[in-house]
C-alpha cells in the first residue's frame, strides 16, 4: 500500500509526502534493527568469540537503554526541536550501526549497539510527535498514525528473515551496515522534508526529571546483570544477590521519587496517578508481556536453531518466515480489526493464540523438523500480530489528551522492560545445565507461554473493570474519536 492511498489524497502535499515517509522508514529501522541482530548473535559469537552471556549482553543492552531513556529523551526532544532531535537520533543509529558493523572485538560492538539504542529512544516517540503535529485533521493523522504503528510491525516482522538473507551471503557485519545505511537515508530525507517551523524549538523548554531517570535506569542494568550472569556466578553468589537487591533499590527509589515529585508539583516521568487506570495498567501488561515472549523466544531461537540444530542463518531466517509473513499481514490490518471488534476481545484473543502457539511449541521434541516450527511459528505470528494495535490504542485512549504523549512513551518504555526481562530470564533458564541444552530451551518456552496466558488473564479482568467508548472504538458514526487519532 502506497502513502497516496493510504491517506486517500486530501490535500496531501509532497512535503507531507516525504515527512510520512521518513517517519514509518525510521519506525521500520526501530523495529527491525532489534530484531535482525537475534538472528545474527550466533555468527557474531563464532567470530569475535563471545560466549553465551555476552551474546545475550549484545541483545540487552539495546533494549535496557531504549527502556531507560525513552521517557526523558521524549521531552529533550520537545525541549530542542522535533526535527533537529529526530535527525540526531538518525544519525546516532547511523554511527552506532556502522561502527558495530566495523568492530574488532566485543567491547566495540557493545559500544556500537549502545549508540544505537540511545538514537533509537530519540527517533521512535519523535517520530510519532512529528506525525501528530503534521497532520493536523483527524482522518488524516489517524491514518498517519496507524501507518506508523503498521511500519513498526512489519519491521518486527521482516526483520530475521533480512537477517538471514544478509548473513548468508555478505556476513553477519552486514546487518549493521544496511541498518546504519537506511537510517542515513532517513535523516537526509527528514532534513529536508521536515519544517523547522512547525518542528522547531518551542519558546519554553521543559524540566526533565533526571534521578527519576538514573534510578530506573539502574534497576534495569542492575537486573539485566543479575540474571544474565547468574549462570556464570551462580544464583547465591555476592555478586548475584547484591544486584537483585540493587534492582528492587532502584525500582523503590524510583516510586519515592515520582511520588515525591508529584506532591511537590514537579515534573515526573510517569504521573503516578496514571496507573489508577485500569484499561492503561491493562494495555502496560500486555505490551511487557507480549515483548518478553517475542524477544525472548528470537533470541533463544535464533541460538538454538543455529547451535543445536545445527543451521544456517539463512535456514535459520526462512524459518521465523511463517511467523513474520503472518505479523506482517496482521500488523497491515489489525488497526480495522480493532475499529471493528474491539480492542480488548482482539488483544484478549491476541494473548491467548500466542499462548498456545507457545505452548506447542514448547511440546516440540529435539528433532523437530522445519515444517514443525513452521505451522507452530505461525501460530506465534497470528497471536503476536493481533496484540500491538489493540494495545497500542488502548494505552493511549485510557488517558486525558494532555497526557497522550506520556501515554504512548510509557507504553513503549514497558514494552522494552519487557524485551529486556525476555532475553534476561528465558536465555539464562535455557542456558543452566550446559548452554542451550533442548530440555532448558523447552523449559523457557513453557514459562513464556504461561505468562502469555496469564497476561490474558489480566488484561481481560483489568479491561472488563474499566467498560468505556473509547475501548470498543466504533466508527466515527457512532460519535466517537479513535485513540489514534489523539495520538
Given amino acids: 500500500m502506497t502513502v497516496t492511498t493510504a491517506l486517500q489524497r486530501p490535500a496531501l502535499t509532497a512535503r507531507d509526502r516525504a515527512v510520512l515517509g521518513a517517519s514509518c522508514m525510521a519506525s521500520i529501522i526501530g523495529a527491525g534493527g532489534a530484531t535482525m541482530v537475534n538472528v545474527a548473535l550466533p555468527r557474531i559469537g563464532l567470530s569475535l568469540h563471545v560466549d553465551y552471556s555476552g551474546l545475550q549482553w549484545i541483545a540487552n543492552v539495546y533494549t535496557v537503554v531504549v527502556a531507560a531513556l525513552v521517557l526523558p529523551l521524549t521531552t529533550v526532544a520537545g525541549n530542542l526541536g522535533r526535527r533537529r532531535t529526530f535527525c540526531a537520533g538518525t544519525l546516532l543509529v547511523t554511527a552506532g550501526s556502522l561502527g558495530a558493523a566495523a568492530a ?11 549508540l544505537q539504542a540511545i538514537g533509537a529512544a530519540i527517533v521512535g516517540p519523535t517520530s510519532l510527535a512529528i506525525l501528530a503535529h503534521q497532520f493536523t485533521g483527524s482522518h488524516l493523522r489517524s491514518r498517519a498514525v496507524g501507518m506508523w504503528a503498521g511500519s513498526a510491525g512489519i519491521g518486527l516482522a521482516v526483520g530475521p528473515l533480512v ?15 544496511v541498518v546504519g545505511a537506511l537510517a542515513l537515508a532517513v535523516a537526509v530525507l527528514a532534513w529536508v522534508s521536515i519544517s523547522e517551523d512547525r ?15 538514573c534510578a530506573i535506569a ?8 543479575a540474571f544474565i550472569e ?7 553468589a555476592p555478586l548475584i544477590d547484591a544486584a537483585f537487591v540493587a534492582a528492587a533499590g532502584g525500582l523503590v527509589a524510583f516510586v519515592g521519587i515520582e511520588q515525591w515529585r508529584a506532591g511537590h508539583g514537579l515534573v515526573t516521568l510517569i504521573p503516578p496517578q496514571v496507573w489508577r487506570q485500569p484499561r492503561f495498567v491493562a494495555a502496560n501488561i500486555g505490551g511487557a508481556v507480549f515483548f ?6 528470537l533470541f533463544l531461537y535464533s541460538v538454538y536453531e543455529e547451535q543445536i540444530l545445527h543451521r544456517s542463518a539463512f535456514a535459520t531466517g526462512l524459518a521465523f518466515v511463517p511467523m513474520t509473513a503472518m505479523m506482517a499481514v496482521l500488523a497491515i490490518v489489525a488497526g480495522r480489526l480493532v475499529a471493528t471488534v474491539g480492542a480488548r476481545q482482539l488483544a484478549v ?19 523437530v523438523t522445519t515444517v514443525g516450527l513452521g505451522w507452530r511459528y505461525a501460530i506465534l505470528g497470528i497471536g503476536f500480530g493481533l496484540l500491538s494495535a489493540p494495545l497500542t490504542v488502548t494505552a493511549v485512549s485510557a488517558l486525558p489528551d494532555r497526557l497522550a504523549g506520556i501515554a504512548s512513551s510509557t507504553y513503549n518504555a514497558m514494552r522494552q522492560v519487557g524485551a529486556v526481562m525476555g532475553v534476561a530470564i528465558l536465555g539464562t533458564i535455557a542456558s543452566i545445565g550446559g548452554s542451550g541444552t533442548t530440555h532448558r530451551v523447552h523449559e523457557a518456552v513453557e514459562i513464556a507461554a504461561a505468562s502469555l496466558l496469564a497476561g490474558a488473564v489480566a488484561v481481560a479482568w483489568l479491561l472488563s ?4 467508548p473509547d475501548d470498543q472504538l466504533r466508527p466515527a458514526a457512532e460519535g466517537r474519536q479513535s485513540a489514534a487519532e489523539r495520538a
Fill in 104 to 114: 574488532p572485538d566485543y567491547s566495540v560492538l557493545l559500544g556500537g549497539r549502545f
Fill in 163 to 177: 537477517a538471514g538473507a544478509l548473513i548468508g551471503a555478505l556476513g553477519w557485519q552486514s546487518t549493521f551496515w
Fill in 199 to 213: 518542528h522547531g524549538r518551542p519558546p519554553a523548554a521543559e524540566r526533565i526529571d533526571v534521578l527519576g531517570a
Fill in 218 to 225: 539502574a534497576a534495569l542494568g542492575a537486573a539485566s546483570f
Fill in 230 to 236: 547468574s549462570r556464570d556466578y551462580g544464583w547465591t
Fill in 292 to 297: 518478553f515472549a517475542l524477544y525472548g523466544l
Fill in 349 to 367: 484473543a491476541g494473548l491467548v493464540i500466542s499462548g498456545t502457539g507457545t505452548l506447542l511449541l514448547a511440546a516440540a521434541g529435539g528433532s
Fill in 465 to 468: 473493570r474499566s467498560p468505556s
